[in-house]
């Protein structure tokens, strides 16, 4: 049985829509039936959902008492409009026709606060799309979507297009039947203190030419990836926590850039971070753990740099290189990986700085196939299998690391591999402290190589 709700109207006096504001004196209309009426002493008139619709469309502040708000059809609103509920668990405004239950569409402003809005039933449709003006989203929940795949439409939280600009705070995106929030085409948006967990794809996404800082926000236990990053976006990501997604933590894809940095990303199904094709995104400062496959992924031609994160206890690689990839790895933790620290593979290249490599699971770092690369100044010990090993037809520039106390030899290089190997230190590694194949090219100058168990240098002949 519906209710018939208490609605506040507060419409806005301005001599036309351009001169409206949210701080002029309002014109106060109260909704609510008798049997309800929280103000016996005054007349009131009663209105439906319907109603709600009509004044919503007009433009102004809104009230909306705890209960439910069924709506017959889209509202879409293209006035100046604030709208204030009780609470996201009191106040709910739903919709089970298909498209958005609520949708935005102007160059003006538009305020939503304390309410739920979702859509019902199976039609395809977002809870509320965004294209332009200036918004502020706070304490509100979306949820519902439904997400049509033979069309590609509908299906998210929030859907946020054109050239919108605002703010998201202490909000909660859940239950979709694609993303929680996707932030679109050139919108720039501040993603502060939200939830989003339990979307059928990814919590967050951002595309197209998209920007903006997404801080201190809680993302977890969606179905593919935490943080979708695509096309040219250029968002700012610090201060999550990103864990127990199915996918990838953060995924990049396309030529997407921005900046990763103090974020908790664990405990992930696939990669911590995932790089693909061109992206060159900075990722600093970060915890990078436990997650199922490597902490990070750079494939395809993806660049950027890597700096004083802590990658630990991954499920393969602390970070693993491939296809040209081309990043600058520096100061980084990489300890108790089950693979590899450091995994490069292919035709990647780049440069591996200053980072403390210790007690993977086998080689502190592996070189294979037509890899080129730079390993200077490291600090490689205690890996279970070798600190360095190169293999095949890789390249390796090998300047003044410290490669101490791993359980079989220091340096181990394969067949056909080229290794230019100088000013290093060498010591007290279980086997070898260099090794090499009769086929392998080593260039040994001025290093220390000392201690070793089973010799210090062995070259086959």
């Known amino acids: 049985m519906k209710r018939i709700l208490t609605l506040i109207l507060i419409a806005t006096i301005g001599s036309s829509l351009a001169q409206r504001s949210f701080e002029t004196t309002p014109q106060t209309i109260n909704l609510a039936p008798a049997s309800q009426n929280p103000l016996a002493n005054r007349s009131v008139d009663v209105f439906t959902a319907e109603d709600f619709m009509k004044q919503a469309a007009a433009g102004g502040s809104i009230y909306l008492a705890e209960g439910v708000y069924e709506l017959n059809a889209p509202l879409v609103l293209t006035n100046n409009v604030k709208i204030v509920g009780a609470g996201m668990d009191k106040t709910i405004i739903s919709s089970s026709v ?118 201190n926000n809680v993302i977890n236990n969606n179905n593919e990836h935490g943080i979708l990053v695509a096309d040219q976006a250029n968002p700012r990501l610090d201060t999550n926590t990103i864990r127990a997604n199915g996918g990838h933590g953060i995924a990049l894809w396309g030529d997407s850039s921005g900046r990763i940095i103090k974020n908790a990303i664990e405990s992930n199904g696939q ?24 902490g990070i992924s750079y494939w395809g031609s993806a660049t950027g740099s890597a700096i004083s994160n802590q990658i630990e206890n991954n499920g393969i690689n602390g970070i693993s290189i491939g296809g040209t990839a081309n990043p600058y790895i520096f100061k980084n933790d990489i300890r108790y990986n089950t ?30 196939a037509k890899v080129n690369t730079r390993i200077e100044n490291n600090f490689i010990s205690k890996n279970f299998q070798n600190g360095i090993s190169i293999w095949n037809n890789a390249y390796a520039r090998v300047i003044g690391n410290h490669i101490i106390a791993n359980q079989l030899s220091g340096y181990s290089a394969a067949e056909y591999s080229h290794s230019n190997i100088q000013k290093n230190e060498i010591r007290a590694n279980e086997r070898w402290g260099v090794i090499s194949a009769a086929t392998a090219k080593v260039n040994l100058v001025e290093n220390i190589v000392v201690d070793n168990i089973d010799g210090n240098v062995y070259l086959e002949e």
Do not use: C
């Open 98 to 215: 298909a498209g958005n239950v609520i949708q935005f569409a102007s160059d003006g402003q538009f305020e939503l606060k304390g309410v739920s809005v979702i859509h019902a039933g199976n039609e395809y449709g977002n809870a509320l799309q965004l294209d332009g003006g200036k918004v502020v989203i706070r304490q509100s929940r979306f949820s519902g979507g439904v997400w049509n795949a033979e069309m590609n439409v509908g299906g998210v939280g929030l859907l946020v297009l054109g050239t919108t600009q605002g703010k998201l705070n202490y909000n909660v995106f859940e239950n979709n039947g694609l993303h929680g929030a996707s932030i679109g085409v050139t919108s720039k948006m501040d993603v502060d203190e939200n939830t989003f967990t339990n979307n059928m794809a990814s919590g967050l996404v951002y595309w197209g030419n998209a920007s903006g800082r997404a801080s």
């Open 339 to 368: 693979a590899a620290g450091v995994a490069l593979w292919e035709e990647a290249t780049g440069d591996l700085i200053e980072n403390s490599i210790e007690a993977n699971g086998t080689d502190g770092i592996v070189i294979e």
């Open 271 to 294: 990669d911590g971070i995932f790089l693909a094709a061109g992206n060159h995104p900075k990722i600093d400062f970060n915890v990078i753990k436990s997650n199922t496959q490597n």
